[in-house]
Every structure is written in structure tokens, then in C-alpha cells.
């Protein structure tokens, strides 16, 4: 399964191009997680099997369609909003690279990466704090809309996550 590739992460989720071998390896590991969490397993093996055409793949169900594209819905109470599952994941991904790529595992233990002509920002100075929160807001709106058919989702599982205030 690939809903992602290396070539998403343009624009204010950008990754440099030098370092896609290693953004792939986050990309196999954190779409699954996600999906897992966001669906519960059942569901996640359904959605997963749905997904068909050449990489990138996407839902040919509309039940699956619903959940994987944007959707604004005014519930009543609040307008519930989703930017889709695939931007969910690019916030995700986006979020544990940055933050895990500022560090590097080596024989002499965990090493922060460091340059003689740059400075480290803060976790707040590439938006890392934001990508992970809008993730979450569009996490928690998909998971709304799908506890909010349980007909047409009898199968979920979900898994709440919370935002961050910081790292």
C-alpha cells in the first residue's frame, strides 16, 4: 500500500530532496500507523484492499472515497472539517521526520545533528507543532464522520489522538 510518495512533501510540508531514501522508509512505516489508529484493524484491512490503481493508490469504493477526500459538513453544532486522508498523512509523516531527522543514532549513542555555518531552530520554527495539530484536526473529523454512519462502518475501531502544546 501507498497512498503517499516522496513527491508530496512540496510546498509548506517540503522536504529536500536529498534525503527521499530516508523519507521513504517514514512513509512505509507512519501511513500504516496512522490508517491503523485512525480506522481500527478491520477497517483498516478494508480500506487498504480497496485501494487499487498504479502508486499513488486511492479508494474505488465511495464509502472509502467519502473518508479519503476533503469534506467541510456543518454538523448543527460545529462545521466539522477534513483536508483528506492523504494530507492527514503528509502533516503526519512531515511532523516525525522533522523531528526525528535533527537527530542521528550512532556507535557513540544519539548525536544532534549540527553545522558550522547554520543554526538549529526550535521545533516552532518550521511549523512542526502546526502539522502535527492540523493532523490531528482533520484525524479527529474523519473519525467524527465515520462514528458518524455506523451503518456504513460497522467495522471501526477507533483510536483517539490528542494535540500538542509542544515537544
Keep these: 500500500m501507498s497512498i ?11 522536504i529536500s530532496q536529498t534525503v527521499y531514501g ?3 522508509s517514514y512513509i512505509e512505516k507512519y501511513e500504516q500507523y496512522y490508517l491503523l489508529r485512525l480506522f481500527g484493524a478491520e477497517l483498516y484491512n ?37 483536508e483528506g486522508i492523504k ?3 503528509i502533516q503526519f509523516i512531515y511532523f516525525q521526520f522533522i523531528r526525528d531527522t535533527n537527530f542521528e543514532v550512532t556507535d557513540s549513542g544519539v548525536m544532534r545533528t549540527a553545522s558550522e555555518v547554520s543554526n538549529i531552530l526550535p521545533y516552532n520554527g518550521f511549523n512542526l507543532i502546526e502539522s502535527y495539530n492540523q493532523a490531528v484536526e482533520n484525524y479527529n473529523n ?3 464522520y465515520i462514528c458518524d454512519k455506523p451503518l456504513d462502518y460497522p467495522e471501526e475501531n477507533v ?9
Design 46 to 82: 478494508l480500506f487498504v484492499s480497496d485501494l487499487t490503481g498504479s502508486t499513488p493508490q486511492v479508494p474505488q469504493t465511495q464509502k472509502y472515497i467519502d473518508l479519503f477526500n476533503e469534506f467541510s459538513i456543518d454538523d448543527g453544532n460545529c462545521i466539522r472539517r477534513s
Design 87 to 89: 494530507q492527514m498523512l
Design 159 to 167: 483510536q483517539h489522538i490528542g494535540y500538542t502544546a509542544g515537544i
Design 142 to 144: 474523519i473519525q467524527w
Design 22 to 24: 530516508s523519507l521513504t
Design 4 to 14: 503517499l510518495q516522496t513527491s508530496d512533501f512540496i510546498g509548506q510540508y517540503q
